[in-house]
């Protein structure tokens, strides 16, 4: 690295780099970095303080890196000793996270995979079990009901992920073949609910009307999707019963109309 000092019009016109929008003074420090004395890799202008060689920063250690502007990158570092103490305080977060783990520090990484594959196969297995809860009336909803020549299965469930209610329902209308299911979720004080219909009912009953009436009942509004699966919620948790009775009451009134 050298440096030397120019006014901001000498330093641009050897080709220095300056940045747009700065201000600088009538001296300037151009700092050139690299290659030869000729030809260095980097040159740049800049009316801060510089070290006079690299060997005064000591250990540098970049913690971030980050877009400012198009085509600009910027990185944020900590230096000398401050480097120094935020690597002593890494390696002491390393150690512990290993001591909780009960392996050497550099088997952490494969200790947390292997512990990461057993989370989602338990997930996996949990979904399983309460897709085979619901789907065998192990729910609080009943059976399945004959509503004005239709079959309902309707199903009330407890702390069931959203994101598993659409699988649910589509089990749901295989086993009932032709009709309307409704699976309601009551999930840390708020209601999930999907409704879904076979596509031989579609053109008489539609699932969105059908949810939407059971969002009502959960204190929700709205709700949407398609003919054959629509999904909405509520914020009260306490209604999932009164959801599905709201939808088999929604249906009736559709079949006899």
Same mark, same amino acid.
């Given at each position: 690295?050298?440096?030397?000092?120019?006014?901001?019009?000498?330093? !641009?016109?050897?080709?220095?780099?300056?940045?747009?929008?700065?201000?600088?003074?009538?001296?300037?420090?151009?700092?050139?970095?690299?290659?030869?004395?000729?030809?260095?890799?980097?040159?740049?202008?800049?009316?801060?303080?510089?070290?006079?060689?690299?060997?005064?920063?000591?250990?540098?250690? !970049?913690?971030?890196?980050?877009?400012?502007?198009?085509?600009?990158?910027? #990185?944020?570092?900590?230096?000398?000793?401050?480097?120094? *103490?935020?690597?002593?305080?890494?390696?002491?977060?390393?150690?512990?996270?290993?001591?909780?783990?009960?392996?050497?520090?550099?088997?952490?990484?494969?200790? !947390?995979?292997?512990?990461?594959?057993?989370?989602?196969?338990l997930e996996t297995?949990?979904?399983?079990?309460?897709?085979?809860?619901?789907?065998?009336?192990?729910?609080?909803?009943?059976?399945?009901?004959?509503?004005?020549? #239709? *079959?309902?299965?309707?199903? %009330?469930?407890?702390?069931?992920?959203?994101?598993?209610?659409?699988?649910?329902?589509?089990?749901?209308?295989?086993?009932?073949?032709?009709?309307?299911?409704?699976?309601?979720? *009551?999930?840390?004080?708020?209601?999930?609910?999907?409704?879904g219909v076979t596509?031989?009912?579609?053109?008489?009953?539609?699932?969105?009307?059908?949810?939407?009436?059971?969002?009502?009942?959960?204190?929700?509004?709205?709700?949407?999707?398609?003919?054959?699966?629509?999904?909405?919620?509520?914020?009260? %948790?306490?209604?999932?019963?009164? *959801?599905?009775?709201? #939808?088999?009451?929604?249906?009736?009134?559709?079949?006899?109309?």
């Amino acid at each position: 690295v050298t440096t030397r000092l120019m006014t901001p019009d000498e330093a !641009i016109e050897a080709g220095a780099m300056a940045l747009f929008g700065e201000k600088y003074g009538e001296e300037v420090r151009v700092v050139a970095m690299g290659g030869s004395d000729e030809k260095p890799y980097s040159v740049e202008l800049c009316g801060g303080t510089h070290a006079w060689r690299t060997g005064d920063i000591g250990l540098f250690k !970049i913690l971030s890196e980050s877009a400012v502007a198009a085509g600009v990158r910027r #990185i944020e570092a900590v230096t000398g000793a401050a480097a120094l *103490a935020y690597l002593d305080e890494t390696e002491k977060l390393l150690r512990e996270a290993a001591g909780a783990l009960n392996v050497p520090p550099d088997q952490l990484p494969a200790r !947390i995979n292997a512990l990461m594959d057993d989370r989602r196969r338990l997930e996996t297995e949990l979904s399983e079990t309460r897709r085979k809860l619901a789907t065998g009336g192990g729910g609080e909803g009943g059976g399945q009901k004959d509503i004005g020549g #239709i *079959a309902f299965a309707g199903r %009330a469930v407890v702390d069931v992920p959203a994101r598993e209610l659409k699988s649910l329902a589509d089990d749901l209308k295989q086993q009932v073949g032709s009709g309307v299911v409704a699976v309601c979720a *009551a999930t840390d004080g708020k209601a999930s609910l999907v409704v879904g219909v076979t596509d031989d009912l579609t053109d008489r009953v539609s699932a969105v009307d059908l949810v939407r009436v059971g969002s009502a009942a959960l204190g929700g509004k709205g709700g949407g999707g398609r003919p054959d699966m629509a999904q909405a919620g509520g914020p009260d %948790a306490t209604k999932t019963d009164a *959801a599905l009775a709201a #939808i088999e009451k929604a249906l009736a009134a559709a079949v006899s109309g």
